[in-house]
């Protein structure tokens, strides 16, 4: 959610779909990358990053915005209807903003969630990384309020680290594609439930990162309890060209199964991803939290992790 307040109307044409063409990715892609070296934080998550390269679900749809219906792409947003309403996120081309350009995005996303009589159902959420002034006035601008925040964490590789410590009946391999895709969604979907976006990734979701350049099996751990997977925790690294400056590592998905809670696999498993991210050369790791999960950002404070950015979520009246 990237924009400001607006200073005069552009003249903006919005269209919509499930899929974009190779010309379309390119330019979301050159638009992110703007939005990123003037904000400082990139404006979309890793599952828009693979519904622009595969297409959106099934609920999903890429909303694009031209000046008067001509390329390049200067507005982008990606949304996905729920049983709350929608939720996504939204970006402007940091040279086109001040121009309600944003306000005429918000609108038209909007729009989406009214019925053929004219009435809306359910709340339009928007994410804003970094959470920028140009989001928070957007935010205000249409009267939205501040509903969820996401913590970036960070820890330097080079302090110490504990070894990892397993239950007895607890057995760590690494995952192999083909064999444990549908197991370890489905232990996703259990450890996830309650999670907006998480706990919603299919196989398909999980085949397209494993197509990704930076999918390392290596790096994707799973904990097996009497045959079944009660715990995982895939770990993924950022180049260089990405961060601007050296690779860092991510905690990027740790789940631990309802049945197996309070056997500490979750500090077992993280520790075990920081090991092997360690051992691959790399100084520095980050992760993201609930703002409102206390525990595992109370597990990650022991773990020497600090907060450095949150983004927020942003909610229609």
Not at 276 to 287: A, S
């Amino acid at each position: 959610m990237t924009d400001g307040p607006a200073d005069k109307g552009a003249p903006v044409t919005i269209s919509a779909s499930q899929t974009l063409t190779a010309q379309e990715a390119a330019e979301v892609w050159a638009a992110a990358a703007a939005a990123r070296a003037a904000d400082g934080v990139y404006p979309l998550d890793d599952q828009v990053r693979t519904e622009v390269t595969f297409g959106a679900g099934s609920a999903g749809q890429h909303v694009l915005g031209r000046l008067d219906g001509v390329p390049p792409i200067i507005a982008y947003a990606n949304v996905v209807r729920d049983a709350s309403g929608a939720s996504g996120h939204l970006m402007v081309h940091p040279d086109h903003r001040r121009r309600g350009i944003g306000e005429t995005m918000v609108d038209h996303l909007l729009g989406l969630l009214r019925d053929e009589g004219g009435a809306r159902s359910g709340t339009l959420r928007l994410w804003a990384h970094g959470d920028t002034d140009g989001a928070k006035a957007l935010a205000a601008a249409r009267g939205f309020a501040r509903i969820r925040d996401l913590w970036q964490m960070h820890r330097a590789l080079a302090r110490a680290l504990p070894d990892p410590t397993y239950p007895e009946d607890v057995s760590v391999r690494t995952f192999e594609p083909g064999r444990d895709d549908e197991a370890w969604v489905a232990l996703n979907a259990a450890a996830f439930a309650s999670h907006p976006e998480q706990g919603r990734l299919t196989v398909d979701d999980l085949r397209h990162r494993i197509e990704q350049p930076w999918f390392d099996p290596a790096g994707f751990f799973l904990a097996e309890r009497g045959g079944a997977l009660v715990g995982s925790h895939w770990t993924k690294i950022h180049p260089a060209e990405e961060t601007g400056g050296e690779p860092v590592g991510e905690v990027y998905a740790i789940g631990i199964h309802p049945t197996a809670q309070g056997l500490g696999l979750g500090k077992a498993l993280t520790l075990t991803g920081l090991h092997h991210l360690r051992d691959k050369g790399l100084g520095e790791v980050m992760l993201y939290v609930d703002g409102d999960n206390t525990t595992g950002i109370g597990l990650y404070e022991r773990l020497g992790f600090t907060t450095t950015t949150i983004d927020a979520m942003y909610a229609s009246p």
